[in-house]
């Protein structure tokens, strides 16, 4: 059964660090992995999507990388900002089922 | 272009009534996905349509059900309600199923009470 684990759960820095955000998975067999923020009471935006074949992706501030074999993704924000706070989860589309399986996902404080 | 659209937005429910979620996907989107969010269980899958055929099932109870319309369209439906069903209903669409970004809408927020 596949599992997506974010970890910490919860991250706060002072603005304008560069942020490195991790979601790991255990089951290999994925057909893509997607990165979405959330603000409070709100659904869920699509920032990034990256196809099993693919190694990175990349949107403005934010890179997306995949590690298929090892079973992790990183999620980089450069130079963060106070707009930037949300909680952002990973989902894997799993191969096979096509089931779509999220994380937790991380909530990010960025201070002023 | 207009995103997924989902009605309504709030509502309270008593204790063993029924509740009936719209969702209308991005044009031209013909998969169309549901998911429960909770505070303690984070987001859980619930079904998945396409082409009117449900193509996936989460673990819920038979209480729970849903269809796609021709027109790619999507109800879901949640009978005898229960306190815990009290959660954040959000529906997402996406081209197809495997291959695509998937788009949410706002969600549905439903208290049972």
């Known amino acids: 059964k596949q599992e997506v684990t974010q970890i910490p759960a919860a991250l706060s820095v002072p603005e304008g660090e560069n942020l490195v955000l991790n979601c790991s998975f255990t089951d290999s067999a994925i057909y893509n992995l997607q990165w979405f923020r959330q603000d409070p009471g709100k659904g869920l935006t699509s920032l990034l999507l990256?196809?099993?074949?693919?190694r990175e992706q990349t949107s403005g501030r934010l890179n997306a990388s995949l590690d298929k074999s090892s079973g992790r993704s990183t999620l980089y924000i450069a130079a963060s900002q106070p707009g930037d706070s949300a909680t952002y989860l990973c989902?894997?589309?799993?191969?096979?089922?096509?089931?779509?399986?999220f994380g937790k996902g991380m909530k990010l404080t960025v201070n002023p | 272009k207009a995103g997924v659209t989902q009605t309504p937005r709030y509502l309270i429910k008593t204790r063993g009534q029924q509740v009936t979620l719209s969702c209308s996907p991005i044009?031209?989107?013909?998969?169309v996905s549901w998911y429960q969010q909770t505070p303690g269980q984070g987001l859980q899958f619930l079904f998945e349509?396409?082409?009117?055929?449900?193509?996936n099932k989460g673990n819920f109870p038979g209480r729970f059900s849903g269809r796609q319309f021709s027109n790619s369209r999507s109800e879901m439906n949640v009978s005898t309600l229960e306190l815990g069903d009290s959660a954040l209903y959000l529906c997402?669409?996406?081209?197809?199923?495997?291959?695509?970004?998937?788009?949410f809408g706002e969600g549905s927020w439903l208290t049972v009470v």
């Open positions: 990256i196809q099993s074949s693919q």
């Open positions: 989902a894997v589309r799993q191969g096979g089922s096509e089931k779509l399986v």
């Open positions: 997402a669409s996406s081209r197809t199923i495997s291959g695509n970004t998937i788009y």
């Open positions: 349509y396409f082409s009117e055929t449900q193509r």
């Open positions: 044009s031209g989107h013909r998969s």
